[in-house]
Each structure stands twice: as C-alpha cells, then as structure tokens.
C-alpha cells in the first residue's frame, strides 16, 4: 500500500497518493501539489468536504502547531474542488440526458 498518511479532516488513513499536502510557510497555509516542500505537513483527501471541515476545526492549527495563519490558497483551493465536483456533476447529468434520447 504503500506510505500512509492520515487525513486531519475525517482522521481516516489512505495512502500518500491519494491526499493532498498542506505545508505552511511564512505564516501561509500552502498547496504543495507535488508533496515536496520541506518543512511541517497536513494532510487530507482532496474533497471539499474534508477541506471545509478541516478548516471549520482549525485542523491545521493544530496539526501544524501554527497559531495564526493565512489560509487563503486554502479556500481557494476548497473553490476549485467546488468548481470541479460542479462540473462533473453536469456532466454526468449531459451524459443520462444523452442516454435518454
């Protein structure tokens, strides 16, 4: 399976590939993508429910052991799994339309 990591939203593990990092740098909350950057990472699935909820809870607060930061790439980041879960909730809707005619 794997690296394992823990989610810090829903707490359940998954392997390394299947989540996303956070890593924080000069008081920012940052996306590492690549899961390269050095320093203290977060981990959690790529979900916007897991992301709101992590941010909700303060979950990166503690899980970074951070007191303040600025987490906006983070909600921007919880906008473009929004945009994409939209988008592919049209399609699958454009899809069954199709099937049905």
């Known amino acids: 399976m794997g690296q ?12 390394r590939s299947e989540l996303t990092r956070i890593v924080v740098s000069e008081g920012r909350l940052l ?7 050095s320093g203290r990472g977060a981990w959690l ?29 983070v909600r921007k980041y919880a906008e473009q799994l929004a945009e994409a879960t939209a988008s592919a909730q049209t399609a699958k809707v454009v899809d069954r339309t199709m099937d049905q005619s």
């Open 45 to 73: 699935h790529p979900k916007l429910e897991c992301v709101h909820n992590a941010l909700e809870r303060r979950a990166f607060r503690r899980a970074l052991r951070i007191r303040d930061v600025d987490d906006t790439e």
């Open 31 to 37: 996306v590492d993508r690549e899961a390269c950057q």
């Open 4 to 15: 394992v990591r823990t989610c810090i939203s829903c707490r359940s593990q998954a392997p």
